[in-house]
T-cell receptor, first 113, second 109 residues
Framework: KAGVTQTPRYLIKTRGQQVTLSCSPISGHRSVSWYQQTPGQGLQFLFEYFSETQRNKGNFPGRFSGRQFSNSRSEMNVSTLELGDSALYLC????????????FGQGTRLTVV | AQRVTQPEKLLSVFKGAPVELKCNYSYSGSPELFWYVQYSRQRLQLLLRHISRESIKGFTADLNKGETSFHLKKPFAQEEDSAMYYCALRTQAGTALIFGKGTTLSVSS
C-alpha cells in the first residue's frame, strides 16, 4: 500500500508570493489533515478535510486555506507569503473514526526568502 | 484549552540506560494519547497509543489520569532509539491531534 505522498518536497518562494502544496492520502483514507512543523513551535494543526468538507480548523490566519477533491487528494494554499511561513508542512491521512491512526507524509519544506 | 507539555527538549543517555520521556497534558475529559517518533530523514510515525496498552520496540507508556501524564519508558536504551519523540492528544474521534513540542532522544555508546 502506498503511503501518504506530498509534492513538491522542497519549495523556495519570495515574500508576497503564494504557494500550493499537494497531498495524496493512502487509498481508502478520506480524512486529510495538515500540520505546520517549526523548530520553535513544533507541530501545529492547520485544518482537516473529510469528504471534501473542512471539518476542523486550527488557529492560523486566513492566508492559509485548503481544499479536498472527490478522490480525497488535498491541496493547501498559502497566500501573501511571510518569512515566518518557512516551515515543514506535513499532511496526514486516516480513516476517520475511533481508534484510528494518522499516517504522515514526508512533508514539503517551504522556505520563504 | 487542551495542551500537551514535553518539558525536556533534549534527553541524552548512554546505551543500556533506562529512558523516560515525560509528557503531561491538560484536558478535563478522557483523551486519546499517542507517542509519535521521527527518525532522522524519515516521516513521523505512530509509536504507540494508550488505548492499545502494548509495548513497541521495548517502549511502554501508561496513562495516569490523576497526574495527567503519559510518560514514555524503556528499560534499556539502544542507539537506534535516537530520534525525535512527540506526545500527542486527541480529545475525541475525528478531532485534530494536539502535539507537544517534542523531545530529542540521543543514545550514545
Amino acid at each position: 500500500k502506498a503511503g501518504v505522498t506530498q509534492t513538491p518536497r522542497y519549495l523556495i518562494k519570495t515574500r508576497g508570493q503564494q504557494v500550493t502544496l499537494s497531498c495524496s492520502p493512502i487509498s481508502g483514507h478520506r480524512s486529510v489533515s495538515w500540520y505546520q512543523q517549526t523548530p520553535g513551535q513544533g507541530l501545529q494543526f492547520l485544518f482537516e478535510y473529510f469528504s471534501e468538507t473542512q471539518r476542523n480548523k486550527g488557529n492560523f490566519p486566513g492566508r492559509f486555506s485548503g481544499r479536498q477533491f472527490s478522490n480525497s487528494r488535498s491541496e493547501m494554499n498559502v497566500s501573501t507569503l511571510e518569512l515566518g511561513d518557512s516551515a515543514l508542512y506535513l499532511c496526514a491521512s486516516e480513516v476517520r473514526g475511533p481508534n484510528t491512526e494518522a499516517f504522515f507524509g514526508q512533508g514539503t519544506r517551504l522556505t520563504v526568502v | 484549552a487542551q495542551r500537551v507539555t514535553q518539558p525536556e527538549k533534549l534527553l541524552s543517555v548512554f546505551k543500556g540506560a533506562p529512558v523516560e520521556l515525560k509528557c503531561n497534558y491538560s484536558y478535563s475529559g478522557s483523551p486519546e494519547l499517542f507517542w509519535y517518533v521521527q527518525y532522522s530523514r524519515q516521516r513521523l510515525q505512530l509509536l504507540l497509543r494508550h488505548i492499545s496498552r502494548e509495548s513497541i520496540k521495548g517502549f511502554t507508556a501508561d496513562l495516569n489520569k490523576g497526574e495527567t501524564s503519559f510518560h514514555l519508558k524503556k528499560p534499556f536504551a539502544q542507539e537506534e532509539d535516537s530520534a525525535m519523540y512527540y506526545c500527542a492528544l486527541r480529545t475525541q474521534a475525528g478531532t485534530a491531534l494536539i502535539f507537544g513540542k517534542g523531545t530529542t532522544l540521543s543514545v550514545s555508546s
